[in-house]
Each structure stands twice: as C-alpha cells, then as structure tokens.
C-alpha cells in the first residue's frame, strides 16, 4: 500500500466499524465519522441475525467473533409464522449448539464494534454535508458546524441516504410500498404475558395475505420489539399523527379489524410512541463506474428489503474485504478495483432475492405455511458457505 493514505469512513455503523476495526489490526490508520453523539445517543433499533457465512466472517477476520458470541442469543434463532387467525403455520427451533446466525441487539453489536478500535478513532458528533473531489482520488469532507478533513479515500458507510453516494451514481432509494411502524414492550412476561408467548424466544412472522403483518422479536432485557407492516401509500402514513395515540389506536384497529384478539395487544399496548419505518431499497443490482478515492459500503451500496437478514451482514462482509483489499494491494485504487469486483455482483444478487421476498411476503392471497421460508435450510446453507468461503 503507497505511504499512509489518509483514510476516512464515513458512518460508524456495523459496517464501517468492522472496516475500520480490520484495517488497524493490519496497522492502517483510519479515522470513522459519525453524525452520532455517541454509540448509544439514539434508539438503535431491533435485534441482528448474524450469519456463518458473512456477518460471523467478518468478526473474525476483526478477532472479535468470541467476544460476539459471548453477547449472543442463539434460542433467538427460533421461528413461527401464523396466520391473522393466530393458527401456526410451522415453527423452528434451533438445535442446541446452532449458531449458523445467532441474535444480537443492534445496540450490543454496535457497542462492541466500538470499544474495539482505537481510541479516538471516532469522531462522533460529524454530519457530511457534501464530499467535495480535489483531484487524483483525493476528496474534502465538509461537515455540519464549519468543520472539514481531507481524505485520499473516502468510504461511505452512512446508510440508505448517504452523503457518499453521490459521487458515484444519481440513484437515490424509492418507497417499496410497504412500510413498518416500529413498536417495542418491556419486561414483557410480565407486563405483556400474551406478547411474549406468542413471540416466544425469537421471531413471530403473522400476516393477513392482505398486504398487512405483525412482525415480532425478541430482544435482550426482556424486552420485545414488533414491526406492524403494511401495504399503503407513503401518503396515507404520512397523514396520520403518530403522536396521537388514539389516532393510531383508531387506525391500527381498523386495518386489523380482521384479526384475532390475541394480537390486538401488538396494536394498542407498546410501551413507546410509533415510529414510521417506510422500507426504501434502491435499484438492484445497482453498479457504478470506477472512482478513484471514493468507494460504498453496506446500505449505502446496497439498500435492500430487511427480508432475508442480509444488510447488516453484507455490511460487515464489506468492510472487512474492502479492508483486506487495502492492506494487499499497492495503492487505493487497485483496492477499490478488488473489492469493488466481489462486492458489486454479490450484493446485487442478494439485493433482488430481498427485494422479491418482500413482495412474496406481502402479497395478496391465501397464508399457507409453504410461504416461509426453511429455517433448518437456511442454516445449512450459512454453514456450507461459511466453509466454502474460508477454503477459497
């Protein structure tokens, strides 16, 4: 690699930690912005499958997979999906010892990614506005509140609407026409017994075949997140007030009038406000001409439907590669080229599988138990990849 390029990753996500964390074990300095105070300034959302054959790669290759597994929830692994009658459809538990793709709070994985790069490695507290080309791959960054860095690599890791991107193609993410409200219980087995037995150790996937579903996980702590998805117009979401509870509660009554009165708690009882999360993905597969200096990571590459578990694990995959790639190849740009080649038709295939497993999901029709997928498949298929992986 040409004499200490200045590295800046841009996002201090999954993704652009677990980069930054490989690139120092192979002694290369790096510097992560992030418009975050702090690891934990924000909700960081639900609970993370973490797969043999990319997320669990890339905590090796980062040295932390034991620390992972220390903070992982293999019972989540567990599956049931039921129709808006409350009938189970199939169900999976995981074999004692399956860890093909272990649970973990957002939050804990984010936290341990963290406290595992060097100190002062993060520069929290830094928005991108815009990343400006100085000419021969080298960029300047410009940040909310007058401050700047320049970089001869910039790697955007900031998300499904990163500041990055631009400089590398027009495409931007458009609404798939569903979208979650993002709710979460606490201490449920005792306040939300009916919660927490339905949801039991792991996922609840309910639907209507009516464009609408319940989505629930457990989480650490006791506590439980849900997704109440639905098939609508970004505009009739957007029209509803969702500060107003009894608004909601009217709302989300009517949409589920249909359905059993054991999920009526899903709708009316979360224990904070409503969140909307309309699920945007950008087109798949999605390519760009080579840039020197600049180069994508995780959602800002790839932006996909969160059906089939891959975003986060396609990001952590990516950092580490893209770090590999810098730490072997001569100078950025071949790493760029290297990384770039693997990257692009992987995370395209995974992107149009996510983004039509979506629409499977919320399509019209009856609910059948062949509509899920094989969780005892799945697994097998993360442990045979995860070992074809590691003798390539």
């Not at 059948?368 to 298929?381: C, N």
Request: glycine residues 10%; charged residues 20%.
């Amino acid at each position: 690699m040409e004499t200490s390029p200045r590295i800046a990753i841009v996002g201090a996500g999954p993704g652009g930690l677990t980069c930054a964390r490989v690139l120092q074990t192979h002694g290369i300095d790096v510097t992560v912005y992030d418009a975050d105070a702090s690891a934990l300034a924000r909700d960081p959302g639900g609970t993370l499958d973490l797969h043999a054959d990319s997320g669990q790669i890339a905590l090796e290759d980062a040295g932390l997979l034991a620390e992972f597994m220390a903070l992982a929830r293999p019972e989540g692994q567990a599956k049931s999906m039921l129709d808006q009658h409350g009938t189970v459809l199939n169900a999976y538990v995981p074999d004692a010892g399956d860890v093909a793709a272990p649970e973990v709070d957002r939050g804990q994985l984010r936290a341990m990614l963290a406290a595992n790069v060097e100190p002062g490695t993060i520069r929290w507290g830094h928005k991108l506005l815009h990343a400006v080309p100085l000419g021969d791959g080298a960029h300047r960054l410009e940040f909310d509140g007058a401050a700047s860095a320049e970089a001869d690599l910039v790697i955007g890791a900031d998300g499904a609407w990163s500041r990055v991107r631009p400089l590398l193609c027009d495409a931007v993410p458009a609404y798939s026409g569903v979208c979650f409200l993002d709710v979460y219980y606490d201490d449920v087995e005792h306040r939300h017994p009916a919660i927490a037995e339905l949801v039991g150790d792991g996922h609840m996937f309910a639907k209507d075949g009516q464009g609408r579903a319940v989505i629930g996980q457990r989480n650490s702590n006791g506590r439980v997140r849900a997704f109440l998805a639905l098939r609508a117009e970004a505009r009739v979401l957007n029209d509803l007030d969702l500060g107003d509870r009894d608004a909601v509660h009217t709302f989300l009554l009517q949409e589920y009038a249909g359905w059993e009165p054991r999920f009526r708690p899903f709708l009316t009882d979360c224990d904070g406000g409503y969140v909307s999360r309309p699920i945007h993905i950008l087109p798949a597969p999605l390519t760009w001409d080579h840039t020197p200096g600049v180069t994508l990571l995780g959602d800002a590459a790839h932006l996909m439907s969160p059906f089939g578990g891959f975003g986060a694990n396609l990001a952590m995959l990516d950092g580490a590669e893209l770090a590999h790639a810098i730490a072997k190849e001569p100078t950025i740009d071949e790493a760029i080229t290297r990384y770039e080649a693997t990257m692009l038709p992987r995370s395209g295939e995974h992107a149009v599988g996510a983004n039509d497993a979506l629409e499977r999901f919320f399509a019209t029709g009856a609910v059948t138990a062949a509509q899920a997928p094989d969780p005892q498949a799945e697994h097998e298929r993360y442990l045979a990849n995860a070992a074809a992986y590691r003798s390539s």
